[in-house]
């Protein structure tokens, strides 16, 4: 999802005009953050954050209102937060990997590495398999290091905080 285009454009009159009103709003919404919670006696699930429409916050919310209804516990909900965000961090490991891989065909009959050797001959360029699985690999054990870290952490808080993490 993108940002929308009106961030990067030069204040106008309108943002100008508008300026007193969105500094109350800002300060009227930061007082209320700062306040102490309440409790409510239920299981609340907040999703995703102020993003309208399109974001999937819905289809998300009923799924865990079903989940908590049938007794989602704490290590379910760390297994959910993993499940829903590891996929994005293998994606960008194995485009990551491909795309180098890609380099070497398209870019290496153009590469004249023969200035850094020393020799008139042309330097062979291949693709090292195992210089681009060792990061991938290490992305992908950090990627998940951190997920579990972060769904542990967020667990310690409660059941609901732990599904807290989606857009």
């Known amino acids: 999802m993108r940002e929308p285009a009106f961030w990067w454009r030069k204040a106008s009159l309108a943002s100008g005009l ?44 009923l799924t865990l209102a079903r989940l908590s209804t049938m007794g989602l516990g704490a290590g379910q909900g760390r297994l959910l937060v993993i499940t829903e965000a590891l996929p ?29 050797t020393g020799s008139g001959a042309a330097a062979p360029v291949r693709a090292d398999l195992a210089a681009l699985a060792i990061p991938a690999a290490g992305l992908v054990v950090l990627g998940v290091a951190t997920l579990s870290a972060q769904a542990f952490l967020a667990s310690r808080r409660g059941a609901a905080s732990a599904l807290r993490i989606s857009g």
């Not at 994005?88 to 491909?98: D, I, N, Q, T």
């Not at 891989?101 to 290496?108: E, K, T």
């Open 88 to 116: 994005p961090v293998l994606a960008a490991a194995v485009a990551g990997a491909v795309c180098a891989l890609a380099l070497v065909p398209l870019l290496g009959p153009v590469l004249d590495l023969s200035v850094f």
């Open 18 to 61: 508008l300026a007193p009103a969105a500094a109350c709003y800002g300060a009227i919404a930061a007082r209320r953050m700062a306040r102490q919670g309440s409790r409510v006696g239920v299981p609340v699930l907040c999703v995703g954050n102020f993003t309208l429409g399109g974001a999937g916050k819905t289809p998300l919310a």
